[in-house]
Every structure is written in C-alpha cells, then in structure tokens.
C-alpha cells in the first residue's frame, strides 16, 4: 500500500460519527475512481465499516448491495450496524439469507437481541446454535438477568456445567460468574449464592474486583455482613461499588456506625458513596436528621451532589415532614442546576406533598419544562389530595403514555373527590382495553363501589378479581371487607374475614370499624379483644373503631377505659376524632359535665360538629341553660349553623318557653339562615 492510499485508509478510519459522514462519502468517490472497491473487498469492507460507525445505514446497505465481493466481516458488520441502530428484525433477515454463518454471526445475533431485551427470539437462536461460545453464554445469562429473570440467568448457568464448553472456560468464567452472582443477590438466595462462591474458589478463578463487587452486594443483600466483610478485605484496593454494596448492607440492618466506618476508609469519597451513606441513613430510620447533615457535611467537602443525593435527601425530609427543608432544598436544586431532572422533580414533589403543602408543589410543576410518566402520576396524586381533581384529569387525559399505576392514581383520586362513577367508568375502560389491571386497581374501584353502597358492581369487580387470581390478595380482600360492611353486610364480610390472611393491623380495622358503622357494638368490642389476643398493636384507626362503638351502643365505662388507655398502654396521643367519639358518647348518656371538661382539654382548635354533640346531650336531657349556652358557642364559632338554631329552638319548645323558640326563629329569618332539608338517598 503507497504512501497516499495509507493516508486516505487513516483518514477514513477517523470518519466515526455523523459529523464526518461527508467526509467519508467524498472517500467513498475517491476510492471508486481509483478501482479500489472492485480489486479487493478490504476496501469495501472498511467503507461498510464507516457508514456504520456513521449511523447511515441506508448508504451501507447500498454499498453492501454494489460491493462484487463480500466476505463474512461485510455481512457481520451490516448485521452489527442495524443491531446497533435499534432495526434487530432488519438484522434477522440479513442473517436469514447469509449463506456461511460464523461462530461471531451467531454470538452478534444472541447477544444483539438479548441486549435489546427480545428474549424469547435471542434464546431460540442460542438453543440453535451449532457451537455455543462463551459471548453466546454470557449474552443469554445476563440478558435474562438484567431483564429481571434471575431464575433462569441459574437455570441456564446450570445447563453450561454440563457443557463441554465449560472445562476451556477460564478467563471468561469470571464476568458469567458475576452474573449469576448478582442473580442470586437479586432472588435473596444465600444458599444457592454460597454454592456459586465455592465454585469460584474450587476452579480457582480469577479474583477480579468485578467479581469482587458483585460478591459483596451478594453478602450484603442477603445480611450476611460477616462474609461481605471477608470478601471486601480480599479486595486490595476496593472500588466504589464494592464500598458502596457494603455501607448499603450495614445499613438495611441499622448498623450506621459500621456503614460509616466504611465510608471513611475512603480518603475522597466520590457523590456514589455520599449517596449510599446518605440513603443508608433514609433507610435504617436511625437518624433522619443524620441524612440532612451528612448531605451538609458534603457540600461543606465540596462534592456536588446529583439527581439521586438530592431524592435521597427529599425522602428524609418526606419522611420528618418539615416543610422548611423541603424549601430550603427546593433552592440548592435551583442553584445546583438540578431542578431539570425528572428524578430530582419527582422527589421534591413528593416532599412538598407529604410535608403538607400541595400548593409549593402545583407552583413547581407549572414551573417544570420535562416530565415523564413517574412524575406525571406524582401529580395526579398531589391534585387529587388538594381538591383539584378537573387539573388532576387534565393531565391524566394528556399524558402520551399511561402506566397502570396512572389509571390507579386517577381511579384513587376521583374516588376521594366525590366522583365514584367516574372512577368505575375509568375501571371500565381498563377493561375494555385489556390492561393488565393489579391489585391496586381492584381495590380503588372496589373503595368506589363502597362509597355508592353499590352491591352489583362490587360483586363484578370480585368476579374480575377471581378471574385474574387476586381475589385471595391482601389489599383486595382488606377493601372487600370495606366494601361489604359499607353496604351494610356484615355477615359476609365477617365470613371473608375469618378465611383471609391478616399480616397487620389493616384488615382488623376494616371489619372493627364496619362493626361499629353497621351498630354491632359488642362485636366490635369482642373483635378488639381478639386482635389483642393475637398479638396485632392497635394504631390511631383501631381506637377510633373502638370508641365509635362504645358511642353506639352507649358502653360509657368501656369508652372512658379506653380513651384513657390508648395513651397509657400504647403511647397514641388521642386525634380530634378520637375526642369527638369520647365527647359523644359522654353527651349521649348525659354526663354532660364530663364532656364539657373534655372539651375544654382538647388540644384542638374548637369544632362546632363537637359542640352541636354536646347540644344534642343537653336537649335530650332536658338541660336548657346548658343547651343555650352551646348553641351560643356553636353560633359564635358559625354564624351560618343552621343545626344551632334549630335544636336551641327545639329544646325551648320542648319546655314550653313558646316565646323564645319563636323568637329564635325570627332571628333565623332576619339573618337569612336556611333550614338544612331533608334528602333521601333517592334523591342524590
């Protein structure tokens, strides 16, 4: 090869991306002038070759259709190129119509479609292949591990044991090996992991920190700290990832002072192992606030933190629920550059929500330029938690690609809002288009249907529940429970009760409450004792049930014990409902002067709905001074209560005073304040 023609190869081998497509074109002209293309197929091959690299695969394929000769480097290298540009059923016909496939041919396809995730078609060409290579292994392995199927990344590590291939393998072995490795830690499967690692050590592979790493997340995973430990230490200089894989482990199992010794073993901690320290405290709940000044500390070091620290960061403060972080945090993002992030926008949404203020996060989002389907569901939720249900809608309705988790937070959203049958139109159209609709989905519509007592269409979404195998699922029964007690049916759910799995405190409730709700009382209350006796800790809800049937059925004793006793044995600060049910049930058996007192301590901002209970005590009891007094209270706290007037006039009525009742009633009329009517459920 002269001089000049060496320098135009050297040329057109730089010619690699689209930028020097031109270039290479005029070298395709210069190299067709000079005879080249049709005296060799070198030539043609390394043309082929730039055009790919070029991402023009029109020009290749019509190179490829004019070069007089070819040879399997052109054919492999045009498969390769429309693998490469996402065009694999391009690829197959090529391979389709080669006529001498190679070793490499096969491998290219295998590892080509595993890549791609087409599973499937990428294991059908390997079980075809003729000579199975250690790409060809490899490919099909951790193509079936990173799409999740680590079950059968084992199977098929298991079928290369008993492939002559196997015993030639050698320094191959140790990146299959990482695969399964990482298989086994994402299946939490310290045996068959175990198994793997003296395999290593038997056929003495080689101890690289690839396979190092993938050890160590193994161990870690699985809370086996001991071994992870051990491996870590084999590791001369351990990476990030190792490092990071550990402090990750210590810290799943609350071991942050471990999590931090290996932290600074670390002269320059990079932000991958600011982030796992800073997860690691979100993680183990140890030290919220620790989260928050470790992420100080590093920008006090001078590291700036990505879109992954900054979810971090925000989960911890989710998690306290002070807005002020949030804020604070909103404008290092905004400084960092970060709020363009869709992980990072996510999260601060998110936190702008749980701390309590959905309007910072409707300003952020009107804010926001980029946006994908996560986000847009985080959305639908915070409208729907404000009221805004017509915004929530609008984005539901323009979202380009819908996730069942976003007809799940649209179906959640329309139920809380008072729109039951637009949620079971929403269910409907799930059906209609075959969605894969999940548990979740089952239990929103189900929730609808409770809310409008209707039996036939809760008893058709148990049927779709049946059908599809979900109708044993937790969540799904916890909501039919609902459901039937809702629709006044509390045999039923009682029966599905009894047979369903309880693993918390969530199914108890449900049926606790429906027993309260329907009147039964005493079956609530004998319902408590089994929970106790079950070992199960009540919450704020299982007391707001118990109390609400000591409200029922008039059990002042029982109600009085336990108001007292969910802060004294079970450390729950009594809620606003909490103290309704108890003043309630006091003004119902006319100990009025008890419910007054609890009134006054009640650390809440003063209810009107709490004070007409105490109304309602004293009429009933006949005690009109007490009663004028709350209906002046009431009126004083809402002028418009309507309820106040009534029963004050009533209760003056009741003992002959004509005169004042009458002249309440004029006072209503001269304030304009309207009687409440009457409404059946026939009438909505």
């Known amino acids: ?144 591990a990173k799409n999740g199927r680590s079950t059968d990344a084992l199977r098929l590590f298991k079928d290369l044991s008993l492939d002559p291939l196997e015993v030639s393998l050698s320094h191959e072995k140790k990146f299959i090996f990482a695969t399964v490795v990482g298989a086994c830690a994402d299946l ?143 404008t290092i993002a905004f400084k960092l550059g970060l709020l363009g992030n869709v992980i990072a926008a996510t999260a601060m949404l998110d936190a702008y929500s749980k701390c309590g203020s959905p309007d910072d996060a409707c300003r952020l989002f009107s804010d926001l330029k980029v946006f994908d389907t996560i986000l847009l569901n985080s959305m639908i939720t915070v409208y729907s938690n404000c009221g805004r249900v017509e915004d929530a809608k609008q984005i539901f309705m323009a979202m380009p690609s819908k996730s069942i988790i976003s007809w799940n937070s649209m179906m959640v959203g329309l139920s809380q809002n008072g729109c039951p049958i637009e949620a079971l139109d929403l269910f409907r159209q799930i059906n209609v288009l075959d969605l894969r609709m ?59 009760f009894d047979r369903m799995m309880k693993s918390n405190e969530v199914a108890w409730n449900s049926m606790l409450i429906g027993y309260a709700t329907n009147g039964h009382g005493s079956e609530a209350l004998a319902l408590f004792d089994e929970m106790r006796l079950a070992d199960v800790k009540p919450n704020e809800i299982t007391f707001t049930g118990v109390l609400s049937a000591c409200d029922h059925c008039g059990l002042v004793e029982e109600g009085r014990k336990w108001f007292s006793k969910m802060k004294q044995d079970y450390g729950i600060d009594p809620h606003i409902e ?21 009134v006054e301590a009640m650390p809440f901002k003063l209810d009107a709905s709490i004070l007409s209970s105490v109304l309602r005590g004293c009429v009933s009891h006949g005690h009109k001074d007490l009663a004028k007094k709350m209906a002046e209270r009431i009126i004083e706290l809402d002028p418009e209560n309507s309820g106040a007037y009534v029963q004050l006039s009533n209760a003056l009525a009741g003992v002959n005073e004509w005169e004042g009742s009458a002249q309440i009633r004029q006072i209503m009329r001269e304030k304009s304040i309207p009687k409440n009517p009457a409404f059946s459920w026939f009438d909505r």
């Open 438 to 496: 999940d548990k979740f989905s089952l239990a929103s519509v189900l929730s609808s249907c409770a809310s409008i007592s209707s039996l036939e269409y809760g008893e058709q979404v148990f049927a779709r529940a049946t059908i599809i195998g979900l109708d044993d699922d937790e969540i799904v029964s916890n909501s039919l429970v609902d459901f039937y007690c809702k629709c006044g049916l509390v045999k039923n759910a009682r029966k599905l």
């Open 1 to 144: 090869m002269n001089l000049e023609l060496h320098s135009l190869v050297s040329i057109l081998h730089s010619c690699n991306t689209h930028l020097s497509l031109s270039l290479g074109k005029q070298l395709h002209l210069v190299f067709l002038k000079k005879g080249l293309i049709n005296s060799t197929v070198t030539f043609g091959n390394r043309l082929l070759q730039m055009y790919v690299k070029c991402g023009s695969m029109n020009d290749a394929l019509n190179l490829f259709d004019e070069m007089p000769h070819r040879n399997g480097f052109s054919w492999n290298t045009l498969i390769q190129g429309y693998m490469k540009s996402g065009e694999q059923e391009r690829s197959l016909k090529l391979f389709d119509s080669m006529a001498h496939k190679d070793d490499f041919t096969w491998s290219l396809l295998v590892s080509g479609f595993a890549k791609a995730g087409k599973l499937e078609l990428a294991r059908a060409l390997f079980d075809d292949m003729p000579r199975r290579n250690w790409v060809a292994w490899n490919s099909m392995i951790n193509g079936y």
């Open 578 to 598: 909490h103290y309704a049910c108890t003043i309630d049930l006091f003004s119902r058996a006319g100990c009025l002067e008890e419910a007054i007192s609890l």
């Open 188 to 330: 939490v499967a310290p045996g068959c992991g175990k198994q793997i690692h003296a395999r290593i050590v038997t056929d003495q592979v080689e101890f690289d920190s690839v396979l190092a790493s993938s050890l160590v997340n193994f161990y870690a995973k699985c809370g086996d700290l001991d071994s992870a430990s051990q491996v870590l230490n084999l590791i001369k200089e351990p990476d990030d990832y190792s490092l990071s894989a550990m402090i990750s482990g210590f810290a799943n199992c609350g071991r942050m002072d471990d999590a931090r010794r290996v932290f600074d073993t670390k002269s320059n901690p990079d932000v991958v192992l600011w982030n796992s320290l800073i997860s690691g405290y979100v993680v183990s709940n140890e030290s919220i606030g620790g989260a928050l000044l470790l992420f100080k500390e590093m920008l006090t070091n001078g590291v700036h933190g990505n879109s992954f620290t900054l979810a971090s960061v925000l989960g911890a403060i989710s998690v306290s629920g002070i807005l002020k972080h949030a804020q604070q945090m909103h």
